[in-house]
């Protein structure tokens, strides 16, 4: 058989990724607060891109009753006749205007003296090992102790735990090991009181001591804390030497102090959540959904300035370069508005299945999978899910993401309708706090109860769910509410 080369022509199909669309993709799976910031980058690198600060975003609510194919053509962020992240650009902004100064007396682009933002130009204040280091030089006159307790606080833990030999740190600062002890317990008293301690009992004690409650039976207490990690309460009223209220007593006091006062103490401030989706009640009855408008993101095309800066360039590579931006802008514009109506069908579709749990609270929650909702909207589940992800919904029973309501299905007993598994969650916290010492319930015994609610479920799983929720098991229970009775 001969061996040459020939040329065939094949003709296949592929799918390709390109660049705008795995953006679009990236923007539709993000949070309005990413969109922003992203936008905020676009707004800097491309110059047709102008932020419309003229208007605010009047939302035209939807209702979730509605259909998917009525959400999905509904004109859901109308700004006057004309939408803030609509393709139709014939609402444009005149560059013939005079100049405007960003920033008017006093850095503020209003010229107002306002100063409601002044707390928002403070610095960072010090963080815990500066505060630290500071108590340091205002409590130790000697030079010696000073070089001792800055050795120290280089070897603190996160926690606020310091494990170290003293034998080895005198000898590698040249003093004795009764001096280091000295400056390692006065450093003790520091605020946060409790640093510096070789252990949980010693951090403890010394919370104590400074409020003045460390007697000799919190001292006995403090030697057992393993009985106490048991909850080996009939123990530790003999090894006490306490009645129970005094016992009650001191471990409720033992959980005020903090176990861990290093920890957490230069983390920046938490931030809070910001909806991407508000929802409230409609005269009606029926649910109201809008995108917040305070963190959605509005831009709009200075198509007059390209027409003007088109006419007066000459350069090929420039006129490439401003197509290229043209074309960048047009399309950003186009994926918010997609992306703010993709948004809202998912949304209201969650909360037209979904009705029961908002006017009833969590035992109404159905089971919904992604195949539900994508079959509904005609969407792909992966589209659902990259909606789903990162997304919050503010709704009449708090701050929930919207994966929350996607929920496993358990099955009913006697072919009964299914029960979504945080609904059996739920119920089986609620079978447990109505507990006492006499009728503490064990897993077989809540098998019991839910399968006579119609619940079809095993004893495996209804462990499971107690494991995740923290709840201890029903022999660990009857000696708790035994104890405390």
């Not at 560059?95 to 130009?121: K, N, Q, V, W």
């Amino acid at each position: 058989m001969a061996m040459g080369p020939r040329l065939d022509l094949r003709q296949s199909q592929s799918l390709v990724m390109t660049p705008q669309l795995r953006q679009a993709i990236k923007l539709l799976q993000s949070s309005n607060m990413e969109v922003l910031a992203f936008v905020e980058e676009e707004l800097e690198r491309n110059p047709l891109l102008e932020r419309d600060e003229t208007r605010t975003v009047a939302a035209e609510p939807v209702a979730p009753a509605q259909d998917a194919a009525t959400a999905a053509t509904a004109e859901t962020l109308a700004i006057g006749e004309a939408s803030a992240l609509d393709a139709d650009y014939s609402n444009v902004m005149d560059e013939g205007e005079a100049y405007t100064p960003s920033m008017g007396a006093g850095g503020r682009a209003d010229f107002s003296d306002d100063l409601g933002g002044i707390d928002e130009m403070a610095g960072q204040g010090p963080t815990l090992r500066e505060r630290l280091a500071e108590q340091i030089r205002l409590n130790f006159d000697d030079g010696r102790d000073r070089l001792i307790g800055s050795a120290l606080l280089a070897m603190l833990e996160p926690s606020g735990r310091l494990t170290l030999d003293a034998a080895a740190l005198a000898g590698r600062l040249g003093c004795e090991v009764a001096v280091v002890e000295r400056v390692r317990r006065a450093m003790q008293r520091f605020e946060p009181t409790g640093m510096f301690c070789a252990d949980l009992r010693e951090c403890l004690a010394v919370q104590l001591q400074e409020a003045g409650r460390c007697d000799p039976y919190m001292e006995r207490l403090l030697d057992n804390l393993p009985m106490l990690a048991r909850r080996d309460h009939r123990g530790l009223l003999e090894v006490c030497g306490v009645d129970m209220d005094d016992l009650i007593e001191m471990i409720a006091e033992l959980k005020r102090l903090d176990p861990k006062p290093g920890a957490g103490g230069d983390d920046p401030p938490l931030t809070a959540v910001q909806p991407d989706v508000l929802m409230r009640a409609a005269p009606d009855g029926n649910w109201v959904l809008e995108l917040n408008p305070d963190t959605l993101p509005r831009v709009l095309v200075n198509r007059g300035f390209a027409a003007r800066a088109v006419v007066s360039l000459r350069d090929r590579e420039q006129k490439s370069f401003l197509a290229e931006q043209l074309q960048s802008a047009n399309w950003l514009v186009k994926s918010l508005e997609q992306r703010a109506n993709t948004i809202l069908k998912v949304a209201s579709e969650i909360v037209r299945r979904q009705d029961g749990f908002f006017r009833h609270g969590v035992a109404f929650l159905r089971p919904l999978i992604l195949r539900d909702v994508a079959e509904t909207v005609e969407m792909h589940e992966s589209t659902v899910s990259r909606v789903t992800a990162n997304k919050y919904m503010a709704t009449p029973r708090g701050m929930l993401e919207l994966k929350y309501f996607f929920t496993t299905a358990i099955q009913g007993t006697a072919g009964g309708e299914s029960v979504s598994a945080e609904a059996v969650r739920h119920r089986i916290r609620g079978m447990v706090h109505a507990e006492t010492a006499e009728t503490v319930l064990s897993d077989d015994a809540i098998v019991s109860r839910l399968r006579e609610e119609g619940v079809d479920i095993a004893r495996r799983t209804v462990a499971k769910y107690r494991e995740a929720m923290r709840i201890p098991s029903s022999v660990q229970r009857k000696r708790d509410k035994a104890v405390t009775a």
